[in-house]
């Protein structure tokens, strides 16, 4: 224990001599929390801008804009042509605009069926999306309504109207995020990334500066020549502070901030714990496997970013090509989307995701694989620069 301590206290000092550590893990991580959960503290967006181009002016017009300025995701924008309204979508004033032919309302009540237009600007995915399916909805209603009016006139009762116009009943059941929040659906794995990130970037950056600046070899005499003990000293402090952003962070998530958890806040933090220390151990076996600092950190913002991709959370793993979804076990971020699935959504406990734990501990036996070459290149203070 005693060369352990002495290596904690040279790295307290290193701490006091660079504040990049600290900025560089608490203050991008308090950041980055306060950024996303601030962004999306109103979960789903709201009141996007959707132009209206009423060439028509009929009482169905008025009332088809009036019905969709009501939804909770349209903010309706009026438009006396359609060359202003075009220009406004392409410098992103606008994430839709709807174009009302004229005539549209005797089209309907002459049986001609009326074309109406409607334009997306899918480059901002999600408010295109949104105002797509909301503008969608209300196509769908009012050709409803007009249905409706029609089958009254010819004297079929409400009953049958209804058979008619809807002839499926839609049940459906949003389970684990009833409100359709983004930010319960996002946040819960995509601030754990991020803190993945930070632990994997800072762990090949503290293990590597020793190389680059020379000192690795004074490193290896304060731990009295042990590699393990030099890691263990080193790194100890660092797993200290992931370890209390990990915990803070879901205890924010689903204790302070009450996001929808049907398990424990506690499985939950083992499960935040067991993160940190797949990734400590990654980033230890890539400063190992690339014994070249500014290589090893460009591999390891690589490896985390894409690790956003194949987690699953986006885009369901399922419907990748095969090749891709055997590449997502090597990222310890898919584990634990799939394990924070299995507490928060099923609350299964231990049982339901003991096996993604065990896939988590086994990166931990990466390091030991290639620690021989960092410690000889500790010992003889080789820095490969290219």
């Known amino acids: 224990m005693k060369e352990i301590l002495q290596v904690l206290r040279r790295e307290i000092r290193i701490f006091r001599q660079r504040p990049i550590y600290i900025l560089a893990s608490v203050g991008v991580m308090v950041f980055n929390t306060v950024f996303?959960?601030?962004?999306?503290?109103?979960?789903?967006?709201?009141?996007?801008?959707?132009?209206?181009?009423?060439?028509?002016?009929?009482?169905?017009?008025?009332?088809?804009?009036?019905?969709?300025?009501?939804?909770?995701?349209?903010?309706?924008?009026?438009?006396?042509?359609?060359?202003?309204?075009?220009?406004?979508?392409?410098?992103?004033?606008?994430?839709?605009?709807?174009v009302i032919?004229?005539?549209?309302?005797?089209?309907?009540?002459?049986?001609?069926?009326?074309?109406?237009?409607?334009?997306?600007?899918?480059?901002?995915?999600?408010?295109?999306?949104?105002?797509?399916g909301n503008i969608v909805t209300m196509v769908n209603l009012t050709n409803g309504a007009v249905q409706r009016q029609v089958l009254r006139a010819k004297g079929v009762n409400e009953r049958e109207i209804l058979a008619r116009i809807q002839p499926i009943v839609l049940d459906a059941h949003q389970i684990g995020n009833t409100t359709t929040n983004y930010g319960v659906y996002l946040n819960g794995v995509l601030l754990p990334g991020v803190l993945e990130m930070i632990v994997i970037l800072?762990?090949?950056?503290a293990v590597g500066s020793e190389l680059k600046y020379g000192t690795s070899r004074h490193?290896?005499?304060?731990?009295?020549?042990?590699?393990?003990?030099?890691?263990?000293?080193?790194?100890?402090?660092?797993s200290l502070i992931f370890t209390v952003l990990g915990i803070s962070l879901e205890l924010i998530?689903?204790?302070?901030?009450?996001?929808?958890?049907?398990?424990?806040?506690?499985?939950?933090c083992l499960a935040i714990l067991l993160l940190v220390a797949a990734a400590q151990a990654i980033g230890l076996f890539i400063?190992?496997?690339?014994?070249?600092?500014?290589?090893?950190?460009?591999?390891?913002?690589?490896?985390?970013?894409?690790?956003?991709?194949?987690?699953?959370?986006?885009?369901?793993?399922?419907?990748?090509?095969?090749?891709?979804?055997?590449?997502?076990?090597?990222?310890?971020?898919?584990?634990?989307?799939?394990?924070?699935?299995?507490?928060t959504i099923w609350g299964s406990g231990f049982a339901?995701?003991?096996?993604?734990?065990?896939?988590?501990?086994?990166?931990?036996?990466?390091?030991?694989?290639?620690?021989?070459?960092?410690?000889?290149?500790y010992v003889n203070e080789r820095y490969e620069r290219d």
């Open 36 to 98: 996303y959960l601030s962004f999306m503290q109103d979960g789903l967006p709201h009141d996007l801008p959707v132009g209206v181009v009423d060439c028509d002016r009929s009482s169905t017009s008025r009332s088809f804009c009036q019905q969709l300025d009501a939804t909770q995701q349209g903010a309706v924008v009026y438009y006396d042509d359609i060359h202003q309204a075009r220009h406004d979508m392409q410098t992103g004033r606008l994430t839709a605009f709807v």
């Open 101 to 132: 032919p004229e005539g549209f309302n005797d089209d309907i009540q002459a049986n001609r069926q009326p074309h109406l237009g409607y334009y997306v600007n899918s480059l901002y995915f999600v408010g295109g999306a949104l105002s797509y």
């Open 202 to 205: 800072i762990t090949v950056y």
């Open 219 to 238: 490193l290896m005499q304060t731990a009295g020549g042990s590699m393990g003990k030099a890691l263990l000293g080193k790194l100890l402090p660092y």
């Open 253 to 268: 998530l689903y204790h302070w901030l009450h996001y929808p958890i049907r398990g424990s806040v506690g499985w939950m």
């Open 287 to 343: 400063i190992e496997l690339i014994p070249n600092l500014r290589l090893a950190i460009s591999v390891s913002a690589i490896f985390s970013v894409f690790a956003f991709s194949v987690a699953g959370f986006t885009l369901p793993v399922e419907a990748m090509p095969a090749g891709i979804r055997g590449i997502g076990e090597i990222f310890p971020l898919r584990h634990y989307y799939l394990l924070s699935v299995q507490e």
């Open 352 to 377: 339901g995701w003991w096996q993604e734990a065990v896939h988590l501990l086994i990166f931990l036996l990466l390091p030991p694989v290639l620690l021989r070459r960092l410690e000889e290149a």
